[in-house]
């Protein structure tokens, strides 16, 4: 192993043997930690007594004080749970490599879990095991102090300080205050697949993968227990074999998974409902806070979650100039992203959204408003990812391309359309709202130029989370087969 901690190598696919070959790896990229987190906080509330029945399975670390009281602020009443898989060999996980059991554990499962205000949405933020950070130095549970890194791997933080030390981590670079965390060995992985009744994935052609132990025919099909397993760690045999590519595999697993929870009345089922939280807190470890009191006022605040309103995305990232075998954050879309989820505001009850709207709104619908949007973000797809927004709600929308003369929202007319343009502009989340200006472009035409500052969209029924779509979003409702 390489002695710089700024860099930690893998092999993956490691074989499933009582002693499989040195190897690294096996991602566990979230089903888990997704899968308990939606029983916990968008089940029924009787998952309360089961889960302070099963709370005395689960490990504990005191994050407030090994992390200190330097952390971001909390702007919002949104609810920020960090999930984290951990690859430890430790206890039953041995089978997975026996020769690992006394090295340091690793993390390739760092997922952001954004509980919106209201219960309304929930979007979860994967941080790819190889991105390049700043790694601040941490206490650790036994007292240690480790070394800060001006920049290293992120999932480094989790070998040299644990699971709060990644929290500091995430925390130092997002400026997002992040209120609990979740780490799950990946041994309950597979009873908790057998828990839901499986997980529906789609296979574009048959796979037969020895060194994963992975042997599935093509299609639609429901896989559990060791075949999940299998599919959630294969790498070169499903996909172009990168990093990216097996992260949008996982995340599809785990809307999938979200998605069975949620609508195939597991979390209504006493029986699977506690097979379920059983299966999982024996692989558990939180922070101390994240008590069933805790636990129960989520639940309380997120009864009206369903998978559609459930999405996930990868924070934006491109190449690491210095190494391309690393990734690094993707400027300024990533800061954006961090601030929109900072900034997530609670969402209007739908009698005041319908009062303000009688009142102030203008009455010309969304069908009758012809759109042109264009690009000046310089982010790629911004322009494409609105107009589709739009569509959604109506709007008669085509993409203009890219704008270069400025970097601010604008919302512009051409004769005959300023009625069109305040519909349009009051949908704008931008602040400050720009103000629609005649622009003596194309009569009847709204012109939209969406720029850096641009920060959401609102719905013509309520404001949205404030978190604008992301480029490759993932939702709980996609159709597994769809590409």
Not at 177 to 201: L, R, Y
Not at 291 to 296: A, L, R
Request: include cysteine.
């Amino acid at each position: 192993m390489n002695s710089n901690p700024m860099y930690m190598e893998y092999v993956d696919d490691a074989e499933l043997q009582p002693e499989p070959a040195r190897r690294r790896g096996w991602r566990v990229l979230g089903w888990v930690s997704i899968g308990m987190s939606v029983a916990m906080v968008v089940g029924s509330l009787t998952a309360y007594g089961f889960y302070r029945k099963a709370f005395g399975n689960i490990a504990h670390e005191d994050t407030d004080a090994l992390v200190g009281p330097n952390r971001p602020k909390k702007l919002n009443n949104a609810m920020n749970i960090l999930l984290l898989g951990s690859d430890t060999r430790e206890g039953a996980n041995a089978k997975y490599g026996r020769s690992m059991q006394n090295d340091p554990p690793r993390s390739d499962t760092m997922i952001l879990l954004h509980l919106s205000p209201g219960g309304g949405q929930a979007i979860g933020v994967s941080f790819p095991r190889d991105l390049m950070v700043p790694i601040p130095s941490c206490k650790t549970k036994d007292g240690r102090v480790t070394q800060a890194q001006s920049i290293g791997q992120i999932n480094s933080s989790f070998t040299l300080g644990g699971a709060s030390c990644t929290v500091k981590t995430i925390e130092s670079f997002t400026k997002i205050h992040i209120d609990h965390f979740v780490q799950i060995d990946f041994n309950g992985f597979k009873a908790i697949t057998e828990a839901v009744g499986g997980v529906e994935v789609c296979l574009p052609k048959a796979v037969n993968d020895t060194k994963a132990n992975l042997h599935l025919p093509a299609g639609r099909q429901t896989i559990k227990g060791e075949d999940a397993l299998a599919y959630v760690r294969a790498r070169y045999s499903l996909g172009n074999g990168s990093d990216t590519d097996r992260i949008k595999r996982q995340q599809k697993f785990m809307g999938s998974l979200a998605n069975k929870a949620l609508s195939a009345g597991v979390l209504t089922n006493p029986g699977r409902l506690w097979s379920l939280i059983s299966a999982a807190t024996k692989s558990l470890t939180t922070d101390n806070d994240l008590s069933p009191q805790v636990m129960m006022q989520i639940a309380q605040g997120m009864q009206g979650m369903t998978s559609g309103k459930l999405r996930f995305v990868t924070v934006p990232n491109g190449a690491y100039a210095p190494d391309p075998n690393r990734l690094a954050l993707s400027q300024p879309a990533a800061n954006q992203l961090f601030t929109a989820l900072r900034n997530d505001k609670t969402v209007p009850t739908q009698q005041n959204q319908q009062s303000k709207q009688s009142s102030s709104a203008p009455k010309i619908p969304p069908s009758q408003v012809r759109v042109r949007v264009f690009n000046a973000s310089g982010i790629d797809g911004q322009a494409r990812r609105v107009a589709d927004d739009l569509e959604e709600q109506g709007f008669q929308v085509s993409v203009g391309g890219n704008e270069t003369t400025s970097r601010t929202t604008k919302v512009l007319y051409g004769s005959g359309a300023d009625q069109q343009a305040q519909t349009v502009a009051g949908l704008v989340a931008t602040s400050p709202k720009p103000a629609p200006r005649t622009s003596g472009g194309v009569p009847g035409v709204v012109d939209l130029v969406v720029g850096s500052d641009w920060q959401a969209l609102k719905t013509s029924q309520s404001v949205q989370t404030g978190i604008p779509r992301q480029q490759g979003e993932v939702r709980a409702t996609d159709d597994i087969c769809k590409e």
